[in-house]
Nanobody, 126 residues
Framework: QVQLVESGGGLVQAGGSLRLSCAAS????????MGWFHQAPGKEREFVAA????????SYADSAKGRFTISRDNAKNTVYLQMNSVKPEDTAVYYC???????????????????WGQGTQVTVSS
């Protein structure tokens, strides 16, 4: 089992940058593929980015490509989401998820992730 705690959210102006962090407990962090999702009010939780357990493979939603970068530091049990050129439509609660399934396929599906953090609010002002 792993516990996840997100941080780094806040209020940022459009065009600015923000870096989210997700710290994981336990000694098996490197056994999990990790993902970032976001959820705006009244909407479903949507895929943003994912990274494989070694960090060698990444995947992004179309809305995140070219602006966001997912990375991880297995020595620190932490996954990051660097958000650049943010837009008002990026406003949402951002969640990290952990997936222990050995298959990479389907990393955009929220059902694939067994564990979730409590989320961190990101608000982008125009």
């Amino acid at each position: 089992q792993v516990q996840l705690v997100e941080s780094g959210g806040g209020l940022v102006q459009a065009g600015g940058s923000l870096r989210l962090s997700c710290a994981a407990s336990g000694r098996t962090f490197s056994s999990y593929d990790m993902g970032w999702f976001h959820q705006a009010p009244g909407k479903e939780r949507e895929f943003v980015a994912a990274i494989s357990r070694t960090g060698s493979i990444t995947s992004y939603a179309d809305s995140a490509k070219g602006r966001f970068t997912i990375s991880r530091d297995n020595a620190k049990n932490t996954v990051y989401l660097q958000m650049n050129s943010v837009k008002p439509e990026d406003t949402a609660v951002y969640y990290c998820g952990a997936d222990r399934d050995s298959s990479w396929y389907g990393q955009w599906r929220r059902e694939k992730y067994e564990y979730w953090g409590q989320g961190t609010q990101v608000t982008v002002s125009s």
